[in-house]
């Protein structure tokens, strides 16, 4: 039984991942992650009888916060399969979000997590793994690495101007985007949300060259639209993906941009206000029937999807018209 290893057990075990000088100080197992800061490099943890050895703390890598590390999210091994694993424990936040007049109650839920986990495990767009609990009852979750990175940090290292880009790469990344869209449809179809759609939240799994959400913890509480803190959360990420990045008010300015005298208010993103959203002031050439998707998320819109299927169905019209 895993339960009765010895020292000498866990050192066999742990031997080609840790320093040799490790062999002189016990390691420690650990069966409560209540504490997570407790839950440190070197440890072994027991979840459900099997050891998974604590490697490094997550850092959040968002808006230039990588250096901020996420205590409650550690990188693990598996020790009786060799594979490497994403480890997340309990932690509890909450936060209150608004967007285009609408109020939203952002909290964290290991418990919708772990239900969505056992939801998408055959689905090609997620992120794998499974929840347990630990011995004092808590939800961990046991992610499966993906090899990749975000689609966040691909299109912010591409080196080559827009026109290039929208008209050589674009298409393939918009129909890799489709496909995201697709998966939450199918999430939304069986009463679950994302809760936290990110650019950096998709993960380019280059070994399956597929495109898979990541992090689902994230939930809110909703009066009008259930799906709308996802939906918007969709438009900002299509807004990052059509105009290579963000357009922030400013850059433009700093760059002497021409369009700056011709943007308005309701040219913005209806989030984030210092962000263009009507980029075919920025790139004419970008085709009046996406614009038209991409105001939707604008403060100027008279009226916002209210699920995923309206956005498809527009997506889809832009592609029938434009050839891609």
């Not at 956005?311 to 050839?323: A, N, T, V």
Request: proline share 3%; hydrophobic share 40%.
């Amino acid at each position: 039984m895993m339960n009765s290893l010895s020292q000498e057990e866990i050192f066999e075990l742990t031997e080609r991942w840790l320093p040799k000088d490790r062999k002189s100080q016990p390691i420690r197992m650990l069966r409560d992650t209540t504490d997570f800061f407790r839950v440190d490099y070197g440890d072994v943890l027991m979840l459900n009888e099997k050891p998974y050895l604590i490697r490094q703390n997550a850092k959040e890598g968002r808006f230039g916060l990588d250096d901020e590390v996420k205590y409650w999210v550690k990188r693990a091994i598996d020790l009786q399969k060799g594979s490497y694993k994403i480890i997340k424990l309990v932690f509890y936040e909450r936060f209150m979000s608004q967007i285009g007049g609408i109020r939203f109650e952002c909290f964290r839920s290991p418990k919708k997590e772990a239900r969505i986990l056992e939801l998408v495990a055959d689905h090609k767009n997620f992120m794998h793994g499974f929840a347990v609990k630990d011995g004092k009852g808590n939800i961990v979750r046991v992610i499966d690495l993906i090899h990749g990175r975000p689609l966040s940090d691909y299109i912010e290292g591409l080196h080559l101007d827009h026109y290039t880009y929208f008209k050589d790469l674009f298409p393939d990344i918009l129909n890799h985007f489709m496909e995201c869209i697709r998966a939450i449809r199918f999430l939304h179809g069986k009463g679950e949300k994302h809760g936290d759609i990110r650019r950096d939240h998709i993960f380019i799994d280059r070994e399956r060259n597929r495109y898979r959400w990541i992090d689902f913890d994230l939930n809110y509480r909703h009066r009008e639209n259930i799906y709308g803190y996802d939906l918007f959360g969709l438009g900002n990420v299509l807004l990052f993906l059509v105009g290579k990045g963000d357009m922030l008010l400013f850059d433009l300015k700093a760059r002497g941009c021409p369009s700056i005298e011709v943007l308005r208010d309701e040219d913005l993103n209806i989030v984030f206000h210092n962000r263009v959203a009507n980029l075919k002031k920025i790139y004419p050439y970008i085709p009046e029937s996406l614009n038209m998707v991409l105001m939707h998320f604008s403060k100027g819109a008279n009226w916002f999807y209210e699920n995923t299927a309206q956005l498809l169905e527009d997506l889809e019209e832009f592609k029938r018209k434009s050839g891609i």
